[in-house]
């Protein structure tokens, strides 16, 4: 909602397998996040760029990758890497800069079967 | 109902009742707040936001409160209603990209 949609809403990944998660942003927003949130805890930052063709790592970056090639779209890839990938991913997106809120998508919910 | 004093992860509160939600922030830089509401199985809301150089800021049912001086942050729901069931969460952003949220507080309306 708010202008971020996230696709797809249920996502099923076999292990060893890449995953690429959806997030486009109406907003004209130049920031964009990716959060991760696992049961009872709260949201942990991903990756997020601040523009286009640029994007730094959060906190727990290892075993994702970003790109950032249109204002409107931060797709996040969970590779094999990411020991742990079953979870709910939240894209928001913001003003850059700080100091303001971030909107957020409804969400991804992976599982690893 | 209400929660004082330290976080708790959850607070049961009567319908019609006012709840207070604590978060305790950990930067003393930060000079930016914001709560938000998350449904289950759905992305959070933005609820209010406050800068540092406030003390109090009210919306609609809802009011934060800001003491600096022990880094706490709180939100305060007036005639709390089925609907405000939620888990609610801080964030504190210190003027750069980075919000920065705590663990939650699971808020249920018993009618």
């Given at each position: 909602d708010g202008g971020i949609t996230q696709s797809p809403k249920y996502l099923f990944r076999k292990e060893g397998q890449n995953v690429t998660l959806s997030c486009e942003q109406n907003?004209?927003?130049?920031a964009m996040y990716w959060y991760r949130q696992d049961p009872g805890q709260g949201l942990r930052l991903i990756y997020y760029s601040q523009i286009v063709n640029d994007f730094q790592k959060g906190d727990i970056a290892e075993g994702y990758s970003v790109s950032r090639e249109k204002k409107e779209s931060f797709p996040l890839t969970v590779t094999?890497?990411?020991?742990?990938?079953?979870a709910f991913y939240l894209c928001a997106a913001g003003r850059s800069g700080g100091g303001t809120e971030a909107f957020f998508g409804q969400g991804t919910r992976l599982t690893v079967v | 109902g209400e929660s004082v004093g330290l976080h708790l992860p959850t607070l049961s509160v009567q319908e019609g009742d006012n709840s207070i939600i604590n978060c305790a922030y950990s930067?003393?830089?930060?000079d930016y707040f914001i709560w938000y509401k998350q449904e289950s199985g759905k992305g959070p809301q933005f609820i209010i936001d406050i800068r540092s150089n406030m003390d109090k800021r009210q919306g609609q049912r809802v009011t934060v409160l800001l003491n600096k001086t022990v880094k706490h942050l709180s939100l305060q729901i007036a005639?709390?209603?089925?609907?405000?069931s939620a888990v609610y969460f801080c964030a504190e952003n210190m003027g750069d990209y980075k919000l920065s949220f705590g663990a939650g507080t699971t808020v249920t309306v018993r009618a």
């Open positions: 907003l004209n927003h130049d094999s890497a990411q020991k742990n990938p079953t | 930067n003393s830089a930060s005639a709390t209603q089925p609907g405000d």
